[in-house]
Nanobody, 125 residues
Framework: QVQLVESGGGLVAAGGSLRLSCVAS????????MGWFRQPPGKEREVVAA????????DYADSVKGRFTISRDNAENTVYLQMNSLKPEDTAVYYC??????????????????WGKGTLVTVSS
């Protein structure tokens, strides 16, 4: 059983930056593809970014390409989401997820085995 704990959310002005972190425990972190999802107020959850086991492969939703960067540190059991040039429409609860399948499964089917509880990101205009 893998436990995921996100941190780093908060209130930021439009154009600003935030870095989210997700620490994993209870499993072999390096064997899981990881992803970040978000759920804006009143909307469905959507995938933001995904990363492969070694960190060499990544993929992003079109809405965040060029602004967000996903990375991982397998020695620290941590996955990050660096968010730059934030927009009010990025306001959402952000969730970390782990999948025993590939990062493509996360990115294109939203498949994940484990989920964190989320961290709120609010971008003011």
């Amino acid at each position: 059983q893998v436990q995921l704990v996100e941190s780093g959310g908060g209130l930021v002005a439009a154009g600003g930056s935030l870095r989210l972190s997700c620490v994993a425990s209870g499993g072999t972190f390096s064997t899981y593809a990881m992803g970040w999802f978000r759920q804006p107020p009143g909307k469905e959850r959507e995938v933001v970014a995904a990363i492969g086991w070694s960190g060499g492969a990544t993929d992003y939703a079109d809405s965040v390409k060029g602004r967000f960067t996903i990375s991982r540190d397998n020695a620290e059991n941590t996955v990050y989401l660096q968010m730059n040039s934030l927009k009010p429409e990025d306001t959402a609860v952000y969730y970390c997820a782990a999948s025993s399948l590939s990062y493509r499964a996360i990115r294109y089917s939203g498949a994940a085995d484990y989920w964190g509880k989320g961290t709120l990101v609010t971008v003011s205009s």
